[in-house]
């Protein structure tokens, strides 16, 4: 039987970002030397501030659950630069085991893309991924310097404080509170065909 979700292991869209011709599909097994690979392209503040810390690899271990994705519950999208064939960009969503309801959201574009718009494209999709799998809130983990995700998230919407660490800050996207009519702003200048199409969740 197909899958029930238009996020699912058959996406593959292609996109021009930067001059250059991306695709973007879900994260599957295939996927493990991109994700290994990119951890190559990312400076060591991008690596601190997506993993909290510092990271020189990727165990056996924490590629398998960074790949094998059951769909539901932990589904990513990731970006492929199709010339050169390399990953630039991945954002996943992991359910929370206390509440269904909430997922935590992880996103990384390597360096040399930041600030082009990709992370406005991979939130905008991701929330509409979210809102497939009746996910109503996300949550945002980030070291108190990272202005680029608190910036990133507040074009979705008016995030609320979560549960503050020493080291950690936490955002929390209400998604009942979507406004389709801002999503679909956010996403045209990223993906013009998107605008061809019907937003519902
Ligand atoms: C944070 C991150 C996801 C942003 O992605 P991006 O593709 O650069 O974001 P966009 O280009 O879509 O920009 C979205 C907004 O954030 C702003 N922004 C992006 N990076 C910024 C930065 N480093 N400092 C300040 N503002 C930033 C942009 O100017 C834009 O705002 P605008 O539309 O008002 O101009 C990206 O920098 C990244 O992957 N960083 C490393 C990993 C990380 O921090 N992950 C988040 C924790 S899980």
């Not at 593959?12 to 695709?23: A, I, P, Y």
């Amino acid at each position: 039987m197909g899958s029930v979700f238009f996020f699912s292991p058959g996406l593959s869209l292609e996109f021009m970002c930067g001059g250059r011709k991306l695709r973007l599909g879900s994260v599957g097994p295939e996927d493990r030397e991109r994700i290994s690979e990119g951890l190559n392209h990312m400076s060591p503040e991008s690596i601190r501030n997506r993993f909290l810390g510092s990271k020189s690899g990727f165990t056996d271990e924490e590629l398998s659950e960074l790949t094998e994705l059951d769909g539901r519950n932990h589904y990513a999208i990731g970006v492929e630069e199709i010339s050169a064939k390399r990953g630039v960009a991945v954002i996943r969503l992991a359910r929370s085991l206390e509440d269904p309801a909430e997922a935590e959201v992880a996103i990384t574009i390597v360096d040399g893309y930041q600030k082009q718009k990709l992370g406005t494209l991979l939130l905008g999709l991701l929330i509409l991924a979210a809102t497939e799998r009746k996910v109503a809130s996300l949550s945002f983990t980030f070291l108190p310097t990272n202005e680029g995700i608190q910036k990133l998230v507040a074009k979705f919407g008016h995030p609320s404080r979560g549960a503050n660490t020493q080291d950690t800050r936490q955002l929390l996207l209400d998604l009942g509170q979507l406004d389709l009519a801002l999503l679909k702003e956010r996403l045209v200048p990223c993906l013009p065909e998107i605008g061809n199409f019907h937003l519902e969740t």
